[in-house]
């Protein structure tokens, strides 16, 4: 009897304490960033739409990378699935539309729709439903370290086409720099050569082109000349010693360093080269250069194009109101001026990017604002059945175990069994 | 007539211990190891990426891409080179410290805790603390070689050397396992028979040859039985070393079916690797319990 009482007495005080009569939402909020500064502002972020949305919980959930991606097709088919997830858009996303699990809120966000950038809303829409919001853009470039690249009187600057960078990787190897470094543990890092030269080569039209399966799909012209280009450049041995062991952090604390001259990275490595260097200061920004990726001559590509990542929130099936209205304010202006006043991404939200306050990012920005056809990474974009296929297949080429062929058939294969 | 009714009773008696022991285990065993098996060899004939429910049905597909695929026969050679390296080299050393270790002497004890001491270690941590010790720049490794003036090379970068790395390893981290079964083993040992064939004036060596050893022969074969089923489930060693790279050569059966399986939501495919897994590791149980270990 006693415990009776005080349960009710208990529940009593929680309906009081929740303010009278109004329900209690929760808002279960999954994502998988650790950078504690930026955690810091995602965080304010959330308490601030608490306080403006009374009754509104939102809980932050965390899985690591890897184990996210393991683990998010079961979690998705629960009851107790989170509301909002996070994204790279691409093919995992296709599947998820495909199965069901999430929500077209295309209906409430029609108001800030005009002010997002349309490429990146794209990568979120399918056949007029719109699945989610993006919040942040990346590219892939090189980053140099200008001292090394002054030893072998090589100037970044002048690098524009893909025969200045083999020119390049002859002089910092004549004068005894290791012209590259790559992550080839992880894999992707090398898959950026790859597809970044396919862009380059062949443009929109011959990936799209390969998506429909025509003029011979990934075993087409352009890929098996992106793995011919690519080979010209594996045959030189730029990449540091023992690269295919190295994991990406470690090969970005290699170039922080100062151990080699180039690395073809995101552009968010601008920070992690400085946190993962061994005096966790690494390259300062007067010695630090960025280059777009090599033109071909005769490329149908622009050399506008560009290679990178598109991140967003989706909204999943049966989450509450109260769910899109935060992810709408996640994007909104003013919080997307305050993550890019720390520098931590390239907005997606127009007049945003005012608020980055140093040249490198800016230049980013920029680049990403000029571009027609921003690629998402293949091995998002095709889905992780194709796309880690990508991967694996072009670190062989890296390491000399397969042709450009059996890239380009491999991927071309891997392609046919998923679609 | 008296004896057949406490046969009956003692007959009830057993069918009571059956009735109230038995369905608790059975529905566990059914929930947790029964229905997962029979669910991965029904996804095993599926083309499905986890998504809804499995619809594409491609029958034997699945398996036959697995034996098509270099990396499955990569990863049967590394578990088999696991095996024969804990069979040639491990259990040899194990036991010869065990019969060195099992005597009593000053520091027995605390070698044996040394000894032990790779095995209690969490296998991820153990990775994570060689992958920096072979790395070719900053590692133990690397300064060995640069104290006699060498390049050091990076082992878990190359397809040649990776493998060797993480048989390195094993061997490191397993022995002491292996040795510490045979000292219990042999220190319950009856120690009049090893006197009696000294006073019969058998050498040392004669003792250990004829008289310990033959003794171990039900150690020595569960010890074998262990590093075959550990050898078959070798995998968060794999993972933070190589990740079974590169070019799949240090891929396991299990990082095999993480890598081409679980990462790329290949649920159907990844069923079959399990399945193929399964039969393995189930006609090895049985047949080893079978043939070599039915006295037990």
């Known amino acids: 009897m006693n415990a009776l009482i005080r349960s009710l007495l208990a529940a009593a005080s929680l309906a009081l304490s929740a303010g009278g009569a109004m329900a209690q939402t929760t808002v279960k909020w999954l994502h998988l960033e650790v950078n504690p500064n930026q955690l810091k502002i995602w965080e304010e972020v959330a308490r601030s739409f608490e306080a403006a949305h009374p009754g509104t ?120 720099v290791t012209p590259l470094t ?67 952090p470690q090969s970005t604390g290699y170039f922080g360093d100062g151990k080699a001259a180039m690395t073809l990275v995101i552009s968010t490595v601008y920070h992690q080269q400085k ?3 061994a005096d966790k200061v690494g390259i300062p920004d007067d010695k630090l250069g960025w280059f777009d990726f090599p033109t071909i001559p005769g490329g149908k590509g622009e050399a506008a194009d560009t290679l990178g990542g598109i991140n967003g929130w989706l909204v999943t099936r049966g989450a509450p109101k109260e769910a899109v209205e935060f992810v709408k304010f996640f994007v909104s202006k003013d919080v997307q001026s305050r993550l890019a006043a720390g520098n931590f991404l390239v907005p997606v939200v127009k007049g945003a990017d005012a608020a980055i306050n140093n040249a490198f990012m800016r230049n980013i920005a920029q680049n990403l604002a000029r571009s027609n056809y921003h690629q998402n990474f293949y091995d998002q974009d095709l889905g992780p059945s194709v796309g880690r296929v990508v991967n694996d297949a072009t670190a062989e080429l890296a390491g000399g175990s397969m042709t450009p062929r059996q890239v380009s058939k491999a991927v071309q294969d891997a392609w046919k069994q998923g679609n | 007539m008296l004896a057949s009714t406490t046969a009956r009773q003692r007959g009830a008696g057993r069918m009571t211990a059956v009735i109230l022991f038995l369905p608790p285990a059975l529905l566990l065993f059914t929930l947790f190891v029964v229905m997962p098996v029979v669910e991965a060899a029904w996804y095993g004939g599926y083309n499905w990426n986890g998504f809804g429910s499995p619809k594409n049905w491609v029958g034997f597909d699945n398996y036959r891409m ?70 070719g720049d900053y590692g133990l490794l690397a300064s060995i070689y640069r104290f006699f003036g060498a390049e050091a090379p990076h082992l878990l970068a190359s397809t040649q050397t990776s493998m060797l790395a993480i048989l390195i390893v094993v061997v490191w981290k397993y022995f002491g396992f292996h040795m510490m079964l045979f000292i219990a083993a042999l220190q319950g040992q009856d120690r009049n028979l090893i006197e009696a064939s000294r ?49 799949d050569s240090s891929q396991t059966m299990v990082s095999f079916l993480y890598s081409h399986g679980v990462t790329r939501m290949r649920v159907g495919y990844g069923s079959a690797i399990g399945v193929i897994l399964f039969v393995i590791c189930a006609t090895f149980a049985i047949t080893y319990k079978r043939w070599f270990m039915r006295d037990e």
């Open chain 1, 182 to 248: 790559v992550g080839g543990g992880d894999k992707w890092p090398l898959h950026f050569y790859w597809t970044h030269l396919a862009v380059r080569i062949g443009g929109k039209a011959a990936f799209q082109a390969a998506l429909r399966g025509e003029s011979g799909g990934f075993e087409g012209e352009t890929f098996q000349k992106a793995g011919d280009l690519m080979k010209q450049l594996v045959d030189l041995q730029p990449f540091q010693n023992g690269f295919l062991g190295f994991k990406n």
């Open chain 1, 275 to 277: 946190a993962l260097a």
């Open chain 2, 199 to 247: 006073i019969d004036g058998a050498s040392r060596w004669q003792t250990i040859r004829f008289v310990s050893i033959p003794l171990l022969y039900p150690t020595i074969r569960l010890s074998i039985f262990f590093a075959v089923v550990g050898s078959l489930q070798l995998f968060d060693l794999v993972m933070p070393l190589t990740r079974g790279g590169p070019a």
């Open chain 2, 66 to 135: 697995v034996f098509e695929t270099r990396a499955f026969g990569l990863a049967l050679r590394n578990n088999l080179l696991v095996i024969v390296v804990s069979l040639a080299i491990q259990l040899p050393l194990a036991l010869a410290l065990a019969l060195i270790l099992a005597e009593k002497f000053r520091g027995a004890v605390a070698l044996r805790m040394l000894f032990f001491l790779p095995y209690v270690l969490a296998e991820v941590a153990t990775g994570l603390i060689f992958s920096f010790v072979y790395d």
């Open chain 1, 57 to 176: 919980k939102i809980e932050m959930q965390f899985l690591e990378n890897e184990s996210y991606k393991a683990k998010l097709p079961t979690l998705l088919q629960s009851n107790d699935r989170p509301h909002i997830i996070y994204s790279w858009a691409g093919g995992v996303l296709k599947a998820q539309i495909e199965a069901g699990v999430l929500q077209d809120v295309a209906g409430s966000i029609k108001d800030i729709a005009p002010e997002i950038s349309p490429a990146a809303l794209a990568a979120f829409t399918q056949d007029g439903k719109v699945y989610g919001l993006p919040f942040a853009q990346s590219q892939v470039g090189f980053l140099y370290n200008k001292d090394l690249m002054a030893k072998a009187n090589v100037d970044g600057t002048k690098i524009k086409t893909w025969d200045d960078l083999l020119a390049a990787v002859k002089a910092l190897k004549a004068a005894g």
